[in-house]
């Protein structure tokens, strides 16, 4: 029943809710600054109406920022929004989202006051079904293209201050992969070949972690728009102590080509996806953004990798290690931080040792450099959906981390981290906004949880679950298979009665004369003998 669900779904586009909405892509929004489109339930602007919230300015954080980013006014996603925007909707209550059409993260229902826990599971462990379902989710956010969404191909200056808008229309699924390439593209000073290297706003900081989860939570809600499957949870790829990628088989991420090993198997419906903004050194040659046009195919060749960068995958030693570091970050919260848990989970610090500015990736980035091809691109990786796997097991370390420390808010900082980072921050390039400091909080306040985190019991359950799913989509045909067993029984004893009242009695002696004196035995012939085991 649910494929021909999800076939109706492929005959339709849903809409998308994520950056920049289209109602805030023309010049008025740009010049006036202001992105409050109108609620669809009343018609206000934010849902005003209806107190779902209300058209606001902005308030931006003035802590001071570290060192390592020394421009000021160079770059648009400096104090995010307010290049573009500088009044938002501000949503109130268990409402969210660009319009406050949307509920809080954990809650549901028209009213949002339905408060449920999603469950994310081990991919491994799904059964063959949801195996099935989860790629044709995929592949149907690759091919829809977004109807309130559309991103940035200029900057704002090229945009001649809004009044020539430049933004183009792409998929579900390349939303997040455009959002993904701009919050860690490379500043543009001006001019070909001109940039600033030293800046990510969601990378080598403290916001990696609440960044991610954050990104993570908004993909996951576009899928259960998308398919109208409200039970839907992105699944984890747990690569603890794995010897090679065991999720890279054509029934689940894709296995590689027998023709060309850096590529995927025609096999793989992911063999077809087209990649964007997968060129990050042309981009910079040319002094341009991505212009979000389709590039070449997906490239992945796991293993074949630098071994000085990467020895080995991380194991269950390494996250152990990771998990018991205190602190959150360090000194100058990038990627030369000693002794901090953000810094060593990211993959910059020895996870043997804790010490920052590593020769060797661990943990997070071992992963990006061990998938090899476009995983290996900060900027490209998000375009293979092996990025969702790998990134919901860190984010599940995150919360392992947050659960055994419960650190107090102070940990998060709100000042002197590299820009973008700090507590106050609203992360690029994310509408509706979203503080930093708003993810460094349990999943369980934001409404989701991991298997491999519940209790003995629970975890007992949960290992369950894949066979009862097969055991559901088994039994009508183990019925229908009784029945038809029970039937042909019936009719069999019914014509063994009808032929026994037909027969005349005859005395006992009589019937020795109407049968042969004994039957063949089964395969007595040389030219049929033969065995079970054989026959196959």
């Known amino acids: 029943m649910w494929l021909l669900t999800l076939a109706t779904l492929l005959l339709r586009v849903a809409p998308s809710h994520q950056q920049f909405p289209r109602l805030c892509a023309t010049a008025a929004a740009l010049r006036t600054k202001e992105c409050c489109p109108p609620w669809d339930g009343d018609g206000s602007p934010c849902g005003a109406s209806s107190g779902r919230g209300f058209c606001q300015d902005v308030e931006f954080t003035h802590q001071p920022d570290g060192p390592q980013?020394?421009?000021?006014?160079?770059?648009?996603?400096?104090?995010?929004?307010?290049?573009?925007y500088n009044r938002t909707c501000q949503c109130v209550g268990n409402f969210?989202?660009?319009?406050?059409?949307?509920?809080?993260?954990?809650?549901?229902?028209?009213k949002c006051n339905e408060r449920r826990e999603s469950l994310r599971r081990n991919i491994l462990h799904l059964s063959r079904s949801e195996r099935i379902r989860l790629v044709s989710y995929l592949n149907l956010a690759k091919q829809s293209v977004s109807s309130d969404y559309v991103v940035a191909t200029g900057t704002y200056e090229e945009m001649e201050n809004g009044s020539n808008p430049m933004f183009a229309e792409v998929s579900v699924?390349?939303?997040?992969?455009?959002?993904?390439?701009?919050?860690?593209?490379?500043?543009?000073?001006?001019?070909?070949?001109?940039?600033?290297?030293?800046?990510?706003?969601?990378?080598?900081?403290?916001?990696?972690?609440?960044?991610?989860?954050?990104?993570?939570?908004?993909?996951?809600?576009?899928?259960?728009?998308?398919?109208?499957d409200l039970t839907?949870?992105?699944?984890?790829?747990?690569?603890?102590?794995?010897?090679?990628?065991?999720?890279?088989?054509?029934?689940?991420?894709?296995?590689?080509?027998?023709?060309?090993?850096?590529?995927?198997?025609?096999?793989s419906v992911f063999s077809s996806w087209k990649t964007?903004?997968?060129?990050?050194?042309?981009?910079?040659?040319?002094?341009?953004?991505?212009?979000?046009?389709?590039?070449?195919?997906l490239r992945r060749n796991p293993g074949n990798h630098n071994r000085n960068l990467v020895e080995r995958l991380p194991t269950s030693a390494d996250v152990a290690f990771t998990l018991s570091l205190t602190q959150y970050d360090t000194g100058a919260m990038d990627r030369s931080s000693n002794m901090s848990f953000r810094n060593t989970v990211e993959g910059f610090g020895d996870p043997k040792t804790g010490l920052g500015n590593s020769s060797r990736m661990g943990m997070h980035a071992a992963i990006h450099v061990f998938l090899n091809g476009t995983m290996s691109s900060v900027q490209a990786s998000a375009n293979d959906p092996i990025f969702l796997l790998h990134h919901t097991f860190v984010d599940s370390i995150y919360e392992q981390w947050l659960r055994r420390h419960r650190p107090p808010p102070s940990q998060?900082?709100?000042?002197?981290?590299?820009?973008?980072?700090?507590?106050?921050?609203?992360?690029?390039?994310?509408?509706?906004?979203?503080?930093?400091?708003?993810?460094?909080?349990?999943?369980?306040d934001l409404g989701y949880e991991y298997s491999h985190l519940?209790?003995?019991?629970?975890?007992?359950?949960?290992?369950?679950?894949?066979y009862l799913e097969e055991l559901q989509d088994l039994w009508p045909w183990l019925l229908l298979t009784g029945v038809c067993?029970?039937?042909?029984?019936?009719?069999?004893?019914a014509a063994l009665l009808m032929a026994k009242r037909r027969l005349p009695r005859l005395p006992v002696g009589r019937w020795k004369g109407l049968l042969p004196e004994r039957l063949p035995l089964l395969w007595d012939r040389d030219e049929d003998k033969g065995n079970y085991q054989t026959a196959f």
């Open 173 to 228: 699924y390349d939303v997040f992969v455009w959002m993904h390439y701009y919050v860690s593209r490379n500043a543009l000073l001006g001019g070909p070949g001109n940039v600033w290297t030293n800046v990510d706003f969601g990378h080598w900081a403290p916001a990696f972690l609440p960044w991610h989860r954050a990104y993570l939570l908004h993909w996951e809600r576009e899928i259960r728009k998308l398919t109208g």
């Open 232 to 267: 839907f949870s992105i699944p984890y790829w747990d690569w603890r102590d794995a010897q090679g990628c065991d999720v890279c088989t054509d029934e689940l991420m894709g296995a590689q080509s027998p023709q060309d090993p850096s590529f995927l198997s025609p096999g």
């Open 69 to 84: 980013y020394p421009f000021i006014g160079l770059d648009d996603r400096e104090k995010w929004p307010s290049v573009f």
């Open 412 to 444: 998060y900082p709100d000042s002197d981290a590299p820009i973008g980072h700090n507590g106050g921050y609203h992360m690029v390039p994310f509408l509706p906004l979203h503080r930093n400091r708003d993810y460094f909080i349990s999943s369980k």
């Open 454 to 466: 519940l209790d003995a019991n629970q975890r007992l359950v949960e290992s369950m679950h894949p």
């Open 96 to 110: 969210m989202g660009f319009s406050c059409a949307d509920c809080k993260y954990g809650y549901f229902g028209a």
């Open 276 to 297: 964007l903004c997968s060129t990050p050194e042309d981009y910079n040659n040319r002094g341009v953004l991505c212009d979000a046009r389709q590039e070449g195919p």
């Open 485 to 493: 067993g029970g039937v042909a029984s019936a009719a069999a004893a």
